[in-house]
């Protein structure tokens, strides 16, 4: 980090450089993306980074017209398709991640992880291809990591999060046996991560955190138990996350970081209140973070 | 990346750094084989131990290799405890053995250190220290608990920091006590700190509650010390949420209405219970799921029950819920505090829980206003002074009205209100003006309250109330059949959760479209005159889900144009296009 990158420790907003993207550069996104694509090395044999396949996902939702409405709208004014063989391949290499525990890891070899599992079937369904995994030991996968709290484990280890109830409940949902799991069991201990702000932590006590809460409220839509929060709460803390420069933070007091912008968003989304806060400079912040030369976005203005 | 500043590159320099980072990239490959193959065939050795050390030391999330060395660390304490077992070892053995395996966690620790030096943020890395931690014979708490604060006090809101804290202090048996004193010193040192309040906040409920019920119980003593230790805060920066958020938890401490939030304690109960000749219809003060609800009513069919919400068309948890029968159920209408259970026959007059209607609906100002709340009212009016432009008084004093005088002042609440949706802040326009609509929901509840809870009349009429939503009116949903919400600022119904409505009124609302609305699937009669509704096509879905609809007005609409498209399409409705 440098030490203009530490300055932003001290700072709350960003101010939007005159000279930054009021409009988004699909053409740029588009190669900066079709470069990962043709780039093997990435996929294969690249540092196996947990989140490599949400990059994956990601890619195919916004390019492959199949994804989300506003994706086909990019999908409109671009000529960029993933073509048959990048499909097969990727199918191959998702499968390819699977392990003999039922789960799937970031990489072949790496062990299972249901942060995985959940991009894996998610990328399945993307390419028509979920007949190819296994959802049987899909299913005991998930339910062996499920503590008797109601809690998910995210791997072996026993490392205990929210972001994991969200991926257990995610992944039997979209495989159509969303009663595998514990779901009692699994909202009474997500419910114990609800604070009175409004928000979910990772766990008990824990403070809440926008990532979280887009976890969490996923998890009760899945399982339609959005009434048993207080959504307008929820939607309100959400909401004080836009900072007067039009970006979103993940917590009180924090910079505006582009991500937010899908985590506070989508959670509004799912709450029914998008209009609580203002669309028009969320956008405009959005816009600033493309990078004008390579395309991408990063977390803020001015950054790469 | 976060936080890295993008900085003009040359050609030749981007080139160099593909080079390195090819480089860096075949050598990461390299030591990856290495230990997938030696981890294949079982060697859990310390080469294993150094090649994974070494690519963690760069990247610390590879949980993987986490994993490994947790295998690895494990069949050592397995090793170890045999061999202390054993009675073919020496004693020199047995110490010796112990001292290596310590060596090897504490060296664990230091690693985890390192990786936590580079990666503040790494949740391998963190969760490792507690795994170890749990596994010493002897961990170093008091040392651990230094390490938190150090790692706190370069950045004191490092979530990953406070949850091994947490972990931290259960085991070294701290307690809540002491927890809330660390609180104080954060706080103190910086008041800028919502994790501290938040930890304080939790730290408190800890201490303060029944162990009975659950319920929290600080008493004004200390709630009136604590809004002077936040208004320290405030008074300093009253930009900052963080005070301004505990304040609020302060303030909602003991209020009336607790009962209804979803943390709370207090037993759930039922609001009202009525029959409607197909259904009976069951409100209660919070959520439930039918598990629940079967402890309620004298059947145990779980297949008839149906739950009305205002985000999802097939909830399994809701206040409202209809068991689909003509035959009407008893229910249990007892309170907790009961010693035996009241069955109610629900025949001919409805269940009405009218003293806590009463107190959703703010029919009294009953709760005696503590000293600390007029100060924090008076508080609050002084920095509004100070700065008008900052929304974080004006808001706060808003919702102590709310709290506390929600008639008395309801002027000024909606005054204020409006102040912050227009000129303050905009950004949450829609937030404010959604409070606001709730506001004066519960004024016009309140002034046909009677009329509502009466068996004469089934009617909700709120006309002309500035309603961007209909959130509140799901309390009345065993008591309306005819609700009337002309001249509001709705822009969709298909949220309300009024399901024993059959008779609706929403014209002259800014309303494009309708969707389809579970809760409205028995409307007979429907009133959308003065409308922005303009195709048959926006409105269908709506009207496919609403086969017993008899009668639509839809006067001075753009629809008007499309009354003969509109008819084909609903052959059995009496349309109504042009007032008489």
Redesign the interface.
Known sequence: ??F???L??ARKDVELPQNSPKQLLRDLHSSFIQKYEKDK?TLH??????GQWNLLVCKCDGFDGRGIESSSKLNANNTFQLDKMSAEDIVDYVLSCRNVDGGY?PAP???S?LLHTLCAVQTLIIFDALQKADADSICEYVKGLQNKDGSFCG?????I?TRFTMCALATCHLLGRLSTVNI?SA?KFL?RC????GGF???P?????SGQIYCCVGAL?I??????????RT??WL??R?CDS?GLNG????LP?VCYSWWVLASLA????L????QE?MKNFIYACQ?DETGGF??RP??? | MHFVKKVPTTEEEKAARAKEQLKRSQQFIHARDRIVAKRDKGEYDDELLSLTQAILEKNADIYTFWNIRRTTIEMRIDANQKLQESSQSTEEEKKMSTQKLENLLSGELFLSYECIKSNPKSYSAWYQRAWILERQAAPDLAKELVLCEKALGMDCRNFHCWDHRRIVARMAKRTEEQELEFSDKLINHNFSNYSAWHYRSIALKNIHHDEITGAMRIDHGLLSSELQKVKNAFYMDAEDQSAWTYTRWLLEVGSGKEFLRPESAAPIELITASFHGNNTTLVFSRAVTIPFLLTFVDTEDTTRWRAFSSTSPNPTSSRVWQYLSDSPLRVVTSKPADETTTWTELTEQPYINRSRLETIYDVHETTPQPEYIGELLEDCQNLIKEEPDNKWPLYMRTLVLLEYQPVKSHEEIIANLKHLADCIDPKRAEMYRAILSRQKLNFSVREQFDRILGTEHDQLVVRYSELTSLEGVEYLAGLVGTADFQGNQLKEIHRMVLPNVHNLTISENPIESLQPCPSLSHLKFLAIAGTQISSVASVMPFFQTIPSLDRLIFCETPLVEKTEELRAQLPGVRLIPHWL
């Open positions: 980090m440098s203009a990158g530490l932003d420790f090395n044999n690249g540092r196996a980074y947990p890891g070899g790496h062990d992880h791997e072996i280890s026993g490392e999060d009692d909202m419910l609800y604070n009175t702000d932590g990772t766990r006590g824990s403070e809440s955190h839509a399982v339609g138990r959005l009434d048993d929060i207080d959504r307008d939607a309100e909401a004080f836009q039009g917590r009180p007091e924090k970081d799912i709450l029914g209140r209009n609580f806060i203002d400079s990078d990063a977390d001015g950054d790469c």
